[in-house]
């Protein structure tokens, strides 16, 4: 089956921790760049960080420093750590992938709630 399963979100304070986790099946994970991105009411769906086949990665600049994006190709997984979280992060958080021919497939997402 063809998916991305998206665990790890939570209610935390400000200035907590939190550490996302996306599990892909049915895809060619190695070759795949893979990214995080997140959706506030009301807001449009943004990207927070995405990393490449290669290792590569980059940030959006409201989480460059605090977010941490990693993959591990031999479980098939991409993870986000989430340090010094804001209240402005709250936000259903999404796992995307890009194969090689440029398909797309989305995971169904996670709540991260910050609360002051």
């Known amino acids: 089956q063809v998916q991305l399963v998206e665990s790890g979100g939570g209610l935390v304070q400000a200035g907590g921790s939190l550490r996302l986790s996306c599990a892909a099946s049915g895809i060619i994970f190695r070759s795949s760049t893979m990214g995080w991105y997140r959706q506030a009411p009301g807001k449009q769906r943004e990207l927070v960080a995405r990393?490449?086949?290669?290792?590569?990665?980059d940030y959006a600049d409201s989480v460059k420093g605090r977010f941490t994006i990693s993959r591990d190709n031999a479980k098939n997984s991409v993870y986000l750590q989430m340090n010094s979280l804001k209240p402005e992060d709250t936000a259903v958080y999404y796992c995307?992938?890009?194969?090689?021919?440029?398909?797309?497939?989305w995971g169904q997402g996670t709540q991260v709630a910050v609360s002051y």
């Open positions: 990393i490449s086949s290669s290792g590569n990665s």
């Open positions: 995307n992938a890009i194969n090689t021919w440029g398909r797309e497939l």
